[in-house]
């Protein structure tokens, strides 16, 4: 697990969970690139110990993973912290990406992303999540 600690100058802090560390690391380049602190995990069972530890503001999770599918995740994550949004991202293994994306956001899934993609969708679908949030810590 890697960490960039967030600041009063970071924007979010984002959990990555990929078992692909190509990916993984990809993301989260491309997040700490627009200003956002990342945590990361290599599967849904070392994730759920990253959030449990780091509470972070949104999760990006992949689906097709060993050790704790991204679909069991996602309903564990929306189970015990309901307000924290979840994009889960697929390239679909021995299934078309849309199926598994259809099902995380049936189960919980704020957004979903098929893989491969480029880092501007990557941070419009960050930014669209985590606009509400924003919005209800200037107001309150």
Known sequence: MVESVASED????????????????????????????????????????????????????DIVMPNREGIETIMEVKQRFP???????????????NGFLDLAGKLGADDCLAKPFRPPELLRKVSALLLPLEEARRIA
């Not at 993984?24 to 530890?53: N, S």
């Not at 949004?85 to 078309?96: F, N, T, V």
Request: proline content about 4%.
């Open 83 to 97: 307000n924290i949004p979840i994009l889960a991202i697929s390239g679909g293994g021995r299934m078309e990406p």
């Open 10 to 61: 970071t924007k979010a802090l984002i959990c990555v969970i990929d078992d692909d560390d190509a990916v993984r690391q990809t993301i989260c380049r491309i997040l700490t690139g627009a200003g956002h602190a990342v945590v990361e995990a290599r599967d849904g069972r070392m994730g759920l110990k990253v959030i449990e530890h780091a509470h972070p503001t949104m999760i990006i999770t």
